[in-house]
């Protein structure tokens, strides 16, 4: 068996042209939807994501107000604005990108953002709203992995999902959608408490790994024929490449490419979507 390799690229430039063609339709109205991402220092992950999402704002046809602060930047002086922000009627979203420097209380700050314009989905109304099932901006990786599955027509409905990490931003929001009537999984949740994982597992008829740690998952843990979502993003040094090193993800990719019926690969799966349903949620925010 050779698992079907999900191409997130794909997938989120359709996504993209969607809300594109929505974007010039609320321009001709006189409403041009408007995303300002926040950076404070120069952490090179953060670098790199900043320019992939003003490089989708582009591509949407949507305003970028992107604003770039010194790391030396106080907490004070970034609350005032985001106040500033909050209240600025043709700012449509706000998105401070994390990891903060660490004089700045993150917690702070995410709940200084007006959760009418949170398109990160992080703020704690955002969190109660998915909760309960609540219209509300939805976190944009754990949306995008439930994006994937319905684009590649993979069957949710009765199946038995098992997420690997309970991380606010991934595990715990994922496992909720799984849940979800439209989705309605029966799901697991594993995490570093959790004895003999293997276990669990091979039961899983579609596996979610956002462990942040590479090889959590290997071929011997995963029943034949199992979907694999491979959230992870780690960098492993390579000579052979210009950067010096390499992407993988938190899946031994090679070996469970020949065990799966589908598998996200790392980069060009899961991440690529993040940037797509962030152009989403900032586009329901223009609307609504």
Do not use: W
Request: glycine residues 8%.
């Amino acid at each position: 068996m050779n698992a079907v390799i999900i191409d997130g690229k794909q997938i989120a430039a359709d996504v993209r042209a969607e809300v594109a063609a929505k974007v010039s339709e609320l321009k001709k109205k006189g409403v041009e939807p408007c995303l300002a991402v926040i950076l404070v220092g120069e952490n090179p992950a953060s670098v790199s994501y900043v320019t992939g999402k003003r490089k989708a704002l582009a591509e949407v046809g949507m305003a970028d107000r992107s604003i770039q602060l010194p790391e030396s930047t106080s907490e004070a002086e970034l609350l005032e604005l985001i106040a500033s922000l909050n209240a600025d009627s043709s700012v449509h979203g706000i998105l401070v990108q994390l990891p903060l420097p660490k004089h700045i209380d993150e917690d702070k700050v995410i709940m200084a953002i007006d959760p009418a314009k949170d398109v990160d989905g992080f703020h704690p109304v955002s969190v109660g709203n998915l909760m309960i099932g609540r219209p509300g901006f939805l976190p944009c990786t754990p949306h995008g992995i439930i994006v994937l599955l319905k684009k590649m027509g993979i069957e949710t409905s009765g199946k038995h999902a098992v997420v690997i990490g309970r991380s606010n931003i991934v595990g715990k929001p994922v496992s909720i959608l799984l849940a979800r009537k439209d989705v309605n999984c029966t799901v697991t949740m594993c995490h570093t408490g959790t004895k003999d994982m293997g276990a669990i597992t091979r039961q899983a008829d579609i596996i979610v790994v956002a462990s942040g740690h590479p090889h959590t998952l290997t071929a011997d843990m995963v029943r034949d024929g199992a979907v694999v979502i491979d959230v992870g993003v780690n960098r492993i040094p390579d000579a052979s490449k210009k950067s010096g090193f390499r992407l993988i993800g938190d899946c031994d990719f090679d070996d469970l490419v020949e065990k799966t019926s589908y598998i996200t690969p790392v980069p060009g799966g899961v991440g690529p979507m993040t940037i797509a349903m962030l152009m989403q949620n900032t586009l329901e925010a223009a609307e609504r």
